[in-house]
Nanobody, 124 residues
Framework: QVQLVESGGGLVQAGGSLRLSCVAS????????MGWFRQAPGKEREFVAA????????VYAESVKGRFTISRDNAKNTVYLQMNSLKPEDTAKYYC?????????????????WGQGTQVTVSS
């Protein structure tokens, strides 16, 4: 089992930045593909970004490409999501997720481990 705990959310003005963190515990962290998803009120939970166990491969949703960066520190069992140039439409609850295989990276139902989420609110 893997337990995931997110932090770093908050209120920020449009154009600002936030860095989310997700700390994992419970089993070996390194082989696990880690992803970030988000869910706005009344909408489906959507894929944001994913990173492979080694950190050598990353994938981003088109809506965040060039603005968000996913990274991981396996020594600290932590994955990060650096969010720059934030827009009001980025407002959502952000969830950290983990799974064993690399592909498919963006399918929510493929992830077996989930955190409780952290709220990000971007004001215009």
């Amino acid at each position: 089992q893997v337990q995931l705990v997110e932090s770093g959310g908050g209120l920020v003005q449009a154009g600002g930045s936030l860095r989310l963190s997700c700390v994992a515990s419970g089993r070996t962290f390194r082989p696990i593909t880690m992803g970030w998803f988000r869910q706005a009120p009344g909408k489906e939970r959507e894929f944001v970004a994913a990173i492979s166990g080694s950190g050598g491969s990353t994938v981003y949703a088109e809506s965040v490409k060039g603005r968000f960066t996913i990274s991981r520190d396996n020594a600290k069992n932590t994955v990060y999501l650096q969010m720059n140039s934030l827009k009001p439409e980025d407002t959502a609850k952000y969830y950290c997720a983990g799974k064993s295989a690399w592909i498919p990276v963006s399918v929510r139902t493929e992830y077996g481990y989930w955190g409780q989420g952290t709220q990000v609110t971007v004001s215009s």
